[in-house]
């Protein structure tokens, strides 16, 4: 067996820009939607002890010789003792022999291809001329959907909304802080003042109730809702489904499956699962139309897939590998 290539958070962070990793994310979302990848629904593990869950992430995309598995954690009370929410590890593995190729940290991993995911749909469905940005919710995975948007619309104002407005604040300094042109960040004291007049939204939350009003959304609104991964959390109000003239999911399967945004909407009768308008890679592979109306509200349910995440993870290491980042180790 060859050497397997270790990657750390510093090497990961350094390997691929946020365009790169949207343009891998649509990738994986193409050949999803075509139905030429082999990924599960994931496992889910409850830590009821700890409040935590942990994923267990398989997926093989052929087109990108991407196979793999990504191991993550979302521990929620993590913060209250210094830690971070999110951890996890990724292991690469050859598609032509098994054998382990890289092994690297995946809690980044995690923000980049979520974050590129959120930047795919913004630019698939928010109107070209989106130039102000809600945020509900000021952790790792709302930073990676912020610079995948500033990536894909000209945002000149962002407002941000946490339950602690600290964070918010801390938040607001290092995105000022970084490059991207003139920015305007406001932090409000209620979501619904965040939202109201928004081009574009992200809950990027593990809230089991949803996080702002429905009539708090003007028409023409994208909203990108990245958070709630479980059946009992719910970051979007019913009321907002029903409303919305296209809902659009990585995987329908996953989607019906793990999440309250979806799930309860549809227990409450206010929304169904024909009412999907589709997959994000049906409309990146151009069988689906995006936004068609500026006064369209479009919503993207993100639950996250592991395709995703090989493919992302295969860029990560081809690039460690030209570059001769990373080290080895012999198992």
């Known amino acids: 067996m060859s050497a397997m290539l270790i990657l750390n958070e510093a090497d990961v962070r350094r390997l691929a820009s946020m365009e790169e990793a949207i343009d891998a994310v649509a990738a994986a979302l193409r050949e999803y939607s075509r139905g030429r990848t082999v990924t599960p629904v994931r496992a889910h593990v409850q830590v009821e002890k700890a409040g935590g869950t942990s994923l267990f992430m398989p997926s093989y995309v052929e087109a990108r010789d991407s196979l793999g598995i990504k191991v993550v954690s979302v521990f929620p009370g993590n913060q209250a003792v210094g830690r971070r929410t999110i951890n996890g590890v990724m292991l690469l593995a050859d598609v032509h022999s098994g054998e382990p ?19 795919l749909a913004t630019r698939c469905l ?45 938040f607001a300094a290092r995105i000022a802080g970084q490059p991207g042109g003139s920015l305007a960040v406001k932090v409000c004291d209620d979501p619904d003042e965040a939202v109201a007049g928004a081009d574009i939204v992200v809950t990027a939350t593990t809230s089991p109730t949803p996080v702002f009003a429905a009539d708090a959304v003007a028409p023409g609104t994208h909203v990108n809702a990245i958070g709630s991964y479980r059946p009992t959390m719910q970051e979007l109000p019913s009321a907002l489904l029903s409303r919305a003239q296209k809902v659009v999911v990585e995987s329908r399967e996953g989607a019906l499956a793990e999440t309250g945004d979806l799930l309860i909407p549809i227990g409450q009768g206010l929304f169904s699962a024909d009412r999907i308008h589709g997959e994000l890679g049906e409309i990146v592979d151009g069988r689906l139309p995006g936004r068609e109306r500026q006064d369209e509200i479009t919503v993207f349910k993100s639950v996250g897939l592991a395709a995703m995440d090989v493919v992302a993870a295969k860029l990560l290491y081809d690039r460690a590998v030209s570059l001769g980042v990373g080290s080895r180790i012999s198992l």
């Open 126 to 170: 928010a109107r070209a001329a989106a130039e102000i940005l809600a945020v509900i919710g000021t952790g790792a995975q709302a930073e990676g959907a912020v610079a995948a948007i500033r990536a894909v619309r000209p945002i000149r104002q962002m407002r941000l909304y946490n339950r602690s407005r600290g964070k918010a604040e801390a």
């Open 101 to 119: 190729l890289a092994l690297m940290e995946a809690s980044y991993l995690t923000v980049l291809r979520t974050g590129a995911a959120a930047g």
